[in-house]
């Protein structure tokens, strides 16, 4: 009988213990699915909408799209202002020597002078107009005055300067001095009888261009006292003071 008891008794605890908690469910409606099964429930009604989501992540970036066309050239823009000065660079390094030049011409003044005097017993003109002709050369390296018109030829254009020196003897003297027929001065010196000879000097700077003339002219037929001789000479001079021509040179 004791080993019936011990065998016994647990298994009378776990059925009792079984039967209470099966007593338990079945007071509560819990009744578990495995001891019986019901008909499915009809649907609920759909439920309210629920508030909004979160924003979602960024999502990756797109594939690169193909080059999109050639836009057409846009207007030109304004002018913008003028910066301002830079500053001076730096000195370069000097050239390389150029080759020697052509030999050139040599440069020389222009020239133009002379200067002539009556002859001894030279019969002056009387008529009023014509030229005194100056017969005795002096200077005339350029042939510019002529001994037989006693006309001066201007060859090169500038100014000059003119003079005469007159021996007045046995009559006054009143002359001219002349530029392409016309009167540029006059001098006048009297004579009264005076036992030795007197003196008249004048002279004038004159503008002249190629082929103007100058000489000097009797203004009255009276009054025709020059005079030369061995002690004492009557003269006619000119010469260039300044060229027009350009540098004041021409080539030799």
Not at 115 to 136: H, N, Y
Request: charged share 20%.
């Amino acid at each position: 009988s004791s080993v019936l008891n011990y065998w016994l008794l647990p298994v009378l605890h776990s059925l009792l213990v079984l039967q209470v908690h099966l007593s338990n469910q079945l007071e509560d409606n819990k009744i578990p699915p495995s001891l019986c099964t019901g008909h499915p429930g009809i649907p609920g009604s759909p439920g309210a909408h629920g508030s909004p989501g979160q924003p979602g992540r960024d999502g990756r970036d797109g594939r690169d799209a193909a080059p999109g066309e050639k836009g057409q050239k846009g207007d030109r823009g304004d002018t913008g202002e003028t910066g301002v000065r830079g500053l001076t660079g730096d000195r370069g390094d000097p050239g390389e020597k150029g080759e020697r030049g052509q030999p050139g011409e040599c440069a020389v003044a222009p020239k133009s002078a002379f200067s002539a005097k009556l002859s001894e017993g030279l019969t002056l003109p009387l008529t009023v107009g014509d030229a005194v002709r100056f017969d005795k050369i002096m200077l005339n390296e350029q042939g510019d005055y002529n001994t037989e018109t006693g006309r001066f030829t201007c060859k090169v254009p500038g100014v000059y300067y003119f003079a005469v020196h007159a021996t007045v003897y046995r009559a006054s003297l009143q002359f001219d001095l002349m530029k392409n027929g016309h009167t540029v001065a006059s001098y006048f010196q009297f004579y009264g009888n005076w036992p030795k000879p007197a003196s008249l000097s004048g002279g004038s700077l004159l503008h002249l261009v190629p082929g103007d003339q100058v000489w000097v002219q009797m203004a009255l037929s009276e009054y025709n006292g020059f005079y030369s001789s061995t002690k004492t000479d009557s003269t006619f001079t000119g010469f260039l003071v300044y060229s027009d021509w350009k540098n004041s040179a021409v080539f030799a």
